[in-house]
Each structure stands twice: as C-alpha cells, then as structure tokens.
Nanobody, 112 residues
Framework: QVQLVESGGGLVQPGGTLKLSCAASGFPFSNYVMSWYRRAPGKERDMVASVHTGGATNYADSVKGRFTISRDNVKNTVYLQMNSLKPEDTAVYYC??????WGQGTQVTVSS
C-alpha cells in the first residue's frame, strides 16, 4: 500500500522557519522524483521544489534562496526546510512522487 505522510506544518510568525517531512512507503522511493507542491486559498496548486533521483533540485522563483528540498533514500523521506517565511507562503503543502502519488497535505500558516 502506497503512503506519503506529511508532517511538520503549523502556525509560524513572518520571518520564522518550519521543516516539513514526507515519509514514503509502498513504492521504490529512490527511483522517483520527489516534489513539494502547495495550494494557497483560492489558487491553483503550484510546484514549490523538486529533487531528482540523482539529487538535482529545482525551485519556484518565489522560494529560491529561502527553501531547501532534500531527500534521504535510506529513510525514504523527503524534506522541505523553509526559512524566512512570509504570509504569502500560507498554503496546504503536498508531497508528490512524480508522476503518480500524492500525500494528503499539511497546513502551513504564516501570520503574526
């Protein structure tokens, strides 16, 4: 049974940090490109960051220099370190194993 379980979301003040985790099981994790997407209220779901099987990374322009994606192929986990958070980062964050599997999402709220 495939599972992608996100954790680490919550409420944080502007300028704060959060680290999201996505624990994967039920498929060959190391063979998949892993990504984080987010859906802000009233908006489409957008790609935030991706990490390829070889470790190469891609970021949305809006998060470059603030967010870092990484993966641990032993723990079958992908991470998103989020620094210097802004109110516009408020969204539900989803883990995605391209092209097939989605997590259930975790809420991130940036507010004072």
């Amino acid at each position: 049974q495939v599972q992608l379980v996100e954790s680490g979301g919550g409420l944080v003040q502007p300028g704060g940090t959060l680290k999201l985790s996505c624990a994967a099981s039920g498929f060959p994790f190391s063979n998949y490109v892993m990504s984080w997407y987010r859906r802000a209220p009233g908006k489409e779901r957008d790609m935030v960051a991706s990490v390829h099987t070889g470790g190469a990374t891609n970021y949305a322009d809006s998060v470059k220099g603030r967010f870092t994606i990484s993966r641990d192929n032993v723990k079958n986990t992908v991470y998103l370190q989020m620094n210097s958070l802004k109110p516009e980062d408020t969204a539900v964050y989803y883990c995605y194993a391209w092209p097939t599997y989605w997590g259930q999402g975790t809420q991130v709220t940036v507010s004072s």
